[in-house]
Every structure is written in C-alpha cells, then in structure tokens.
C-alpha cells in the first residue's frame, strides 16, 4: 500500500502532526525496534494505524512482549513485525499472549517466534489453560473487523 492509499483508507492521518507524531514513530520502529528506515516505512504503509499508537504505552510494550515472550529476540521481533505489522495493532492480553500460549501448549517442539507466523490469532480462542483463564475455551474470536465498522455496517444494510 502506497501513502495514497493509506490516506485514502485513514484520512486522519492527514492531522497527526510530523513533529510529535510521525517523525517520533518513524524513528521508534526503525532505530529502536531495528527495522531501519525502508522497513519502518513499509510498515507504517502497510499498518498505518500504528502512526496514532503512544510509542510508550502500546508500541514498546508489545515490541518487547515479541522480543522477551516469544525468545525472538530482537532480530526476530524485528522480522515478524516487518512480515506482519498488524502484530502492533493487536493486544497483549486478548490476542498475542493467549495465542503464544496456544503455541507452546500445542507445539511444544517448535520455537514461539517460528509457529506464532504460522498460527492464526483466532486460534487462540479455542483456548489453553495456561495464560491464567485469558483465552476462554469456546469462546468466539472478535469479528474480523472493529466493532464501530461491524455497526455502521449494519444499520446501512437494516
């Protein structure tokens, strides 16, 4: 996805502000979490949600929940997020921990980082027992999209 198209598919991002927001990102996700400055820009073209994310509270936690919780390391966390940017966009909590969770539980031979590329996030609603009752057995993965879409959507078809 070029910047056009990101803009045209997130026009908000026409008033974040270059100074505070968007150069502070750039910077994050190529010196900091290594990707260099061609593979922060795919990533941000690619995810462009990312840019209105606090590098403090949501970015950094989530680099090193890939870094630390997966074994990854830094180059791994680094390659997974360039492969799969919408890895930032997902919750510790809800997603990527009772998903890793899944993974070991399930896969016990195969490194974290290699099986969390190739196992739907979805997959971690079917539940584990060891990420402390946070992944529901039975229960539905969210919907595919955000919730505020899943409404607008419905009252234009209704």
């Known amino acids: 996805m070029g910047a056009a198209k990101a803009i045209a598919k997130h026009p908000q991002l026409l008033r974040l502000s270059v100074e505070h927001n968007l150069n502070p990102k750039l910077r994050y996700l190529a010196e900091e979490v290594g990707l260099g400055r061609d593979g922060a820009a795919k990533v941000i073209l690619r995810c462009p949600q990312v840019l209105g994310f606090n590098v403090e509270c949501n970015l950094t936690p989530k680099v090193r929940f890939l ?3 997966t074994g990854a390391g830094r180059e791994g966390a680094a390659d997974l997020i360039l492969a799969y940017p919408s890895l930032l966009c997902m919750s510790i909590e809800r997603t990527l921990r ?6 070991v539980e399930n896969f016990p ?5 290699d099986a969390l590329r190739t196992v739907s996030p979805a997959d971690s609603y079917r539940g584990c027992g060891c990420c402390g009752g946070t992944a529901k057995r039975g229960a539905s993965p969210p919907p595919p999209w955000p919730r505020s879409r899943q409404r607008s959507s419905a009252r234009r078809w209704a």
């Open 109 to 113: 031979e195969t490194n974290a980082a």
């Open 67 to 69: 870094v630390e919780e």
């Open 98 to 103: 009772p998903t890793l969770c899944f993974l």
